[in-house]
């Protein structure tokens, strides 16, 4: 697993985080940047990006 930050993450990348104390697999549709954070909109819900689990490229 790597800890990500905002400009690792980009719109086509699948990313891994947890939600509801699971590890969900979603596809990020865009990014989302606050005031002081970013966030990750993907097909599976969003997640900040310092909560990221896991940067997957595409098709593994």
Do not use: Q
């Amino acid at each position: 697993m790597k800890h990500v930050v905002a400009p690792d993450v980009k719109a086509g990348d699948w990313i891994s985080f947890r939600s509801n104390g699971r590890i969900v697999i979603g596809e990020v549709r865009y990014i989302v940047c606050p005031n002081f954070y970013a966030e990750a909109v993907t097909d599976a819900g969003s997640v900040v990006l310092s909560s990221i689990l896991e940067v997957r490229a595409k098709g593994e």
